[in-house]
């Protein structure tokens, strides 16, 4: 018991035979990604490439699919699961990066609140964006519902890159940071839920990931 993670504490998502396979997968490329811009809050749909790439790759099958709203999941999620019903989840969607948006690293490293923000690992929010701690907050207060609303099922989550990162550093087991978790465009993994018997509390376990880099 006292070797698994702490996670979500008393909110009973998953109970006896209610274990859950889940899959999630990163939104395919944008314009924005090809150019390494910060691509949050802005709604850019999918590049050709993004949905070639989509086309080109073999995905699991799901019973449900969440997704965020923002146009590149919704995108991505409609050409991996075209018979599917998707479900939009808001608290699903990237961090907003504030002042940040849509720039890149060439256009930002000689603004003192970037390099501040930089040099703090991107905990604080940004000028007019979120902190990590909002972000993740958000993130994981939505796949709990989502993993509550569906208990026994095989769920999709279409998502983000910092989504995903926000979910796997706080359920994932074994441990792993934030930025450990970072997977390309189109990248997928798989997980299955269970339920520490000492605490009662839900984590993630036998992780497959697909189409990780190493950073």
């Not at 999620?77 to 939009?88: F, G, N, Q």
């Amino acid at each position: 018991g006292k070797d698994h993670p702490h996670g979500m504490r008393h909110t009973h998502c998953y109970k006896g035979d209610s274990k859950m396979k889940l899959i999630f997968i990163r939104h395919g490329k944008t314009a924005g990604n090809l150019e390494r811009r910060y691509i949050g809050r802005t709604d850019e749909p999918l590049c050709d490439e993004g949905i070639a790439e989509i086309l080109g790759k073999e995905y699991p099958d799901a019973d449900i699919v969440v997704a965020s709203p923002m146009k590149r999941c919704v995108q991505t999620a409609e050409l991996i699961y075209p018979h599917k019903e998707i479900k939009l989840m808001p608290s699903l969607r990237e961090t907003d990066f504030g002042d940040f948006e849509g720039l890149n690293y060439e256009q930002l490293c000689n603004d003192i609140s970037y390099r501040s923000w930089i040099e703090g690992g991107g905990n604080a929010a940004p000028p007019n964006g979120e902190s990590r701690e909002q972000f993740c907050t958000r993130c994981c207060g939505g796949f709990i519902q989502a993993a509550a609303e569906n208990r026994g099922k095989t769920v999709a989550f279409v998502v983000h890159g910092g989504t995903i990162m926000a979910i796997a550093e706080r359920f994932a087991f074994p441990k792993k940071g934030f930025y450990d978790w970072y997977l390309p465009n189109c990248a997928c993994v798989q997980a299955d839920t269970a339920t520490d018997s000492a605490t009662g509390e839900a984590y993630l376990e036998n992780i497959a990931v697909k189409g990780k880099v190493e950073i």
